[in-house]
């Protein structure tokens, strides 16, 4: 009787493993896309993939944000990315340069605009406050990689104010690093995107910087030439094309770019 129980326990383990490998053969493979995306993007584009897997339930993202020129390093160097959205035209033209993004695949999917923030109680009162004493410490996204900063510095030579800011400029290593600076009181003002400003609840926008003094802030999006994902990344920046995924992005502060 024992040897019969414990055949039929055998049996039974057997014949549930079985199960288990048909159910697994059975079962849809999953997609895992591994988006580079620059900082400002991260609230915007989290609600657009959400409602992208609605509709493609075999579709995972992993997600890697930070400043677009250093995005951009990373996917020069190897990194395994199957798609990237900058804030600015260089870090994707460099890639182009190298041979690193699949051709036809590149557009121009977002505009925003440039912010002047301070923390709420702040009587700070536009760009050419940032000379006066009570302003001590102004934060900027690093130029050398972070285009933010870059358009940030480009304003603030249009308006003849960053020569007068001497000893006073933090550099942040992306533009929500200079958004959390502002929030926490580390730094008397800051220059973000529009975007940020409105993502935070703990700043106040003191002066929108004129389109004149920066170069336009457009966002480039493209398939990394790389990718082992490459047909269904292709159809993710279709995606963000759609009219359903601009509405998410318009809801977030962009504007959709032309071209």
């Known amino acids: 009787m024992k040897k019969k129980t414990q055949l039929a326990s055998s049996t039974g383990t057997v014949l549930l493993a079985l199960a288990v490998l048909v159910t697994a053969c059975h079962a849809p493979q999953r997609t895992v896309l591994t988006i580079s995306a620059a900082a400002s993007l991260q609230e915007a584009l989290s609600e657009t993939e959400n409602a992208y897997k609605r509709d493609h339930a075999d579709i995972d993202f992993r997600n890697n944000f930070g400043s677009s020129g250093t995005l951009a390093r990373e996917i020069e160097r190897g990194a395994p990315v199957d798609a990237f959205l900058s804030a600015a035209a260089k870090p994707m033209d460099d890639l182009a340069a190298k041979g690193l993004i699949a051709p036809g695949t590149r557009q121009n999917l977002l505009r925003n605009s440039l912010v002047l923030i301070a923390p709420r109680d702040s009587q700070l009162r ?60 580390n730094a008397d003002a800051g220059i973000v995107y529009a975007t940020d400003a409105q993502a935070s609840g703990k700043v106040r926008i003191v002066a929108v910087a004129p389109d004149s003094s920066h170069d336009p802030i457009v966002y480039p999006a493209a398939v990394v030439k790389t990718s082992r994902n490459d047909a269904s990344a292709h159809k993710f920046l279709e995606y963000l094309a759609s009219a359903a995924a601009k509405a998410i992005f318009v809801k977030h502060g962009f504007t959709i770019a032309s071209s």
């Open 126 to 185: 536009g760009f050419e406050g940032l000379t006066d004493k009570s302003t001590k410490l102004v934060a900027l996204g690093d130029p050398a990689s972070v285009p933010a900063g870059q358009y940030g510095r480009q304003t603030l030579i249009a308006l003849h104010v960053l020569d007068k800011l001497n000893g006073k400029v933090v550099l942040g290593k992306d533009v929500r690093q200079v958004l959390t600076y502002v929030e926490t009181g």
